[in-house]
């Protein structure tokens, strides 16, 4: 129950942020009169779970980056496999973009 609690505490601050958002660029309406064909689906009754799913999606591409730059400059990188090696696609700073 408490992680439940913990949810709609965050859901209720994620909602108002967002619509706070659109209404001060003047789209009142997407909070205020969903459609009533569409305003029971999760992502229309609550933007919180499409911008936790794009916060957790930044911040694993933004991890990586910080990864890969950590490991530096090399040669391409091996399969576990053995004698597979990865194919480049292209060559970019040092790294191997498959």
């Known amino acids: 129950m408490a992680l439940a609690r913990a949810w709609q505490a965050y859901d ?9 958002a659109l209404d001060a660029v003047g ?7 969903p ?8 992502l229309v009754a609550s933007p919180t779970p ?3 799913a794009v916060a957790v999606y930044l911040a694993v591409v933004l991890l990586g ?6 490991l530096g400059p090399g040669e391409p990188r091996f399969c576990p496999r053995r004698g597979a090696e990865l194919t480049c696609l292209s060559r ?4 191997c973009l498959l």
Do not use: D, K
């Open 35 to 42: 459609s009533p064909l569409t305003r029971h689906l999760p």
């Open 50 to 52: 499409q911008v936790t």
């Open 92 to 95: 970019a700073g040092g790294y």
């Open 12 to 20: 209720a601050r994620v909602s108002r942020l967002v619509f706070g």
């Open 65 to 70: 980056l910080a990864r890969l730059r950590a």
């Open 27 to 33: 789209l009142h309406e997407a909070g205020a009169a």
